[in-house]
């Protein structure tokens, strides 16, 4: 017959998984909250941010970037509403001459604005290719475009990794974030620091359709 220590162990296992849950999805919520709040667009920093805060240090507590990234998508809904949507309403619609504007890189949108987790502070981030790095540079500096350098980190696949140059500048009161890749990447987009899968990306015929899909659904909401 089993003693009451061995009834015990099963329940003392399932409460500390309870707990490590619960855990979970405070830091999730904290860190959906610094992103929504205090324009933190990295995923990691945000969960360690919130989770010094609630004084959590165990790794098995701290959530997956997917979860994070629900919690996020939660509150916007909840808190930002319209405001939200009409921020990244504005950006997606940007994006389109942007997209047109950087034709000859074979551009693609990416990130919050294309995944829809974008709010007043995110910009406008495109992923365009040449073998020529300094390619976009000489864009830039002939169209007269004042834009800062930068370098990020991507990884290709599980193995590969890449420095690629970034360079970032503001029109029209919003942000761009362009990242230029070689060619060959254009075949197999890089992977995402949320899901750790081939990122998500969009040509300028797929965002159009992305637009156009949301003004039939707001159609429809409305006359409901």
Do not use: C
């Not at 999730?28 to 989770?51: T, V």
């Amino acid at each position: 017959m089993p003693t009451a220590r061995q009834h015990a162990k099963p329940h003392a296992h399932t409460h500390a998984e309870t707990r490590t849950r619960e855990r979970r999805r405070q830091v999730a919520h904290a860190a959906a909250r610094l992103m929504a709040e205090g324009g933190i667009r990295d995923f990691h920093q945000a969960k360690l941010k919130a989770a010094q805060r609630l004084g959590i240090h165990d790794d098995a507590s701290l959530p997956r970037n997917r979860e994070i990234e629900d919690a996020l998508r939660e509150y916007q809904r909840l808190f930002l509403g319209q405001d939200q949507a009409d921020a990244l309403r504005r950006r997606r619609e940007a994006a389109l001459p942007a997209l047109a504007f950087f034709r000859a890189f074979e551009p693609r949108l990416v990130g919050p604005v294309l995944d829809g987790t974008a709010d007043a502070n995110a910009a406008i981030a495109l992923h365009l290719h040449s073998d020529d790095p300094d390619a976009v540079a000489r864009w830039l500096e002939d169209h007269g475009i004042p834009a800062e350098s930068r370098t990020r980190h991507l990884r290709l696949d599980r193995e590969r990794g890449l420095d690629a140059p970034v360079w970032v500048f503001s029109a029209e009161g919003l942000g761009f974030d362009l990242t230029v890749l070689p060619e060959s990447v254009l075949r197999q987009a890089p992977l995402s620091a949320v899901d750790e899968k081939p990122m998500r990306r969009a040509s300028a015929a797929q965002l159009r359709a992305l637009l156009a899909d949301e003004e039939i659904a707001g159609y429809e909401a409305d006359r409901r």
